[in-house]
């Protein structure tokens, strides 16, 4: 709790400032976070969401007397949710990015992440990311097999998320298509769906230290080093 409130106290100044320049008439600010992104937002077994984002929130709305309601969405509508006007403020683990800060105005960054890869238990051809350089990134059907090494690893990816363009770019995939959310990502790699997953290094350390523990692994270096 004393960590989060120093935090707070880092982007407090800039949720003042955006609050100062609402129009008076505004009463209740509409806080868009993701729906699944274990550790920042997840729902509790009360059925209500709760993470560090969701407790970060609420711990700056109560020191600067904010009346707001959270909206739930999935990642890739926030930036499309605060350029119309629909919500006010997102807080959903986002990456500070040069693209992104051309359209929305961030707070400072509160936490640095970076991205990891997500391979099952007994995989041992992945280490790194030149491992999967050529693989077919996109969302499979089922379970598939290798035939006689032929067919191309598959790597999943989240829609809207900075791992798309660094497994474009640096992880040199072959083509791109990507999972709406966190769940499918990682069923597909239990499901033997798909040979990876490429995503934020907290989102996929905690997987697999809680429902994948003992089906899958975290392995390489911490990737594209960047702060939410």
């Known amino acids: 709790r004393l960590i989060m409130k120093r935090i707070a106290a880092l982007i407090m100044g800039f949720v003042l400032m955006t609050v100062l320049v609402a129009p008076a008439s505004a009463k209740e600010l509409v806080v868009a976070h993701d729906t699944n992104f274990m550790p920042f937002e997840f729902k509790g077994p009360d059925g209500k969401f709760t993470g560090f984002d969701i407790e970060l929130w609420e711990t700056i709305a109560k020191k600067l007397g904010l009346s707001y309601k959270f909206q739930p969405m999935d990642f890739n509508g926030i930036i499309p949710g605060l350029q119309t006007g629909n919500v006010d403020v997102g807080i959903a683990g986002m990456t500070i990015t040069p693209e992104r800060a051309k359209v929305v105005q961030f707070s400072n960054g509160y936490y640095t992440s970076g991205l990891k890869i997500l391979v099952r238990d007994d995989e041992k051809g992945i280490s790194k990311v030149e491992d999967l350089a050529g693989k077919v990134v996109r969302p499979a059907h089922g379970p598939r097999e290798h035939r006689h090494g032929k067919l191309p690893r598959l790597v999943a990816v989240k829609t809207g998320t900075s791992s798309v363009p660094f497994m474009k770019d640096f992880g040199k995939a072959k083509e791109l298509k990507q999972f709406p959310n966190n769940d499918g990502m990682f069923f597909e790699l239990l499901s033997k769906g798909v040979d ?32 939410y």
């Open 196 to 227: 990876a997953v490429v995503f934020d290094m907290p989102v996929v350390t905690a997987f697999a230290n809680s429902a994948g523990k003992g089906k899958a692994k975290v392995v390489g270096p911490l990737y594209e080093g960047q702060k």
